[in-house]
């Protein structure tokens, strides 16, 4: 499978405890993005890296949350010190090329947060 | 900023029945425009899209048409199957900047009975 793919799929953790999730993006594809979907919500932009440069975060992403490209190929997101409104499905996105370009998604990660 | 509302679900259907699933925006610039869809415990996927005024995006029997001065994207199939039983999310990606991020709507979830 050369789609985009995320792990863990699903993730319970107890508040306050440090998360970390990787995407590891389609292989040719520069750009990469993090996005959060809640239930009954549409996916909401959360940063940008375009090769390894994280060049947009969204306000979204508050200082507890870090994410990284290391040599412009997989990404890590991590959450420090969750808190239960940061249940959510966490996905990940690549693409290559100009704006009329697909983004293509991974199944995402679940993070419940109990 | 940039915003998408779309027709709030459920959707529950007869198979065979026409499907509209309405879709507006609010954006400056020139956007391009995409229906993803989401199947049960899969990943988006993108469904069509389309990049300037008057442009009709298909796939699957799915149609949408750009239409720049009601600032709309509808969703429409004529004949739906137990198999588009999915949540359906409108999208926009501003010309605007170099990130490519997409704005989503909340989403519409779709059930098609036999």
């Known amino acids: 499978d050369t789609g985009v793919s995320q792990d863990p799929r699903h993730k319970i953790t107890k508040r306050g405890q440090n998360v970390t999730f990787r995407c590891d993006p389609i292989?040719?594809?520069?750009?990469l993005y993090w996005y959060r979907q809640t239930l009954g919500q549409g996916p909401e932009f959360l940063t940008y890296?375009?090769?390894?440069?994280?060049?947009?975060k969204s306000r979204l992403l508050s200082d507890r949350f870090s994410a990284e490209r290391p040599k412009g190929s997989f990404s890590t997101l991590e959450i420090q010190r969750t808190e239960q409104g940061d249940s959510a499905m966490y996905l990940c996105?690549?693409?290559?090329?100009?704006?009329?370009?697909?983004?293509?998604f991974g199944q995402g990660t679940r993070l419940t947060v109990v | 900023g940039d915003s998408v509302t779309q027709m709030e679900g459920p959707v529950t259907l007869s198979e065979e029945a026409f499907l509209t699933i309405n879709c507006t925006y609010t954006?400056?610039?020139?956007?391009?425009l995409f229906w993803y869809v989401q199947y049960p415990g899969e990943g988006l996927q993108l469904l069509l899209k389309?990049?300037?005024?008057?442009d009709k995006g298909s796939n699957k029997g799915f149609e949408a048409t750009y239409r720049k001065e009601t600032t709309s994207f509808h969703l429409e199939k004529g004949s739906v199957q137990v198999s588009d039983s999915a949540v359906y999310f409108c999208?926009?990606?501003?010309?605007?900047?170099?990130?490519?991020?997409?704005?989503f709507g909340k989403g519409t979830l779709l059930t098609v009975n036999p």
């Open positions: 999208a926009l990606r501003n010309s605007g900047g170099s990130n490519y991020k997409l704005t």
């Open positions: 890296f375009q090769n390894e440069a994280q060049l947009e």
């Open positions: 389309a990049t300037k005024a008057d």
């Open positions: 292989s040719e594809h520069n750009r």
């Open positions: 996105a690549s693409g290559q090329g100009g704006t009329n370009t697909e983004a293509f």
């Open positions: 954006a400056t610039g020139y956007p391009s």
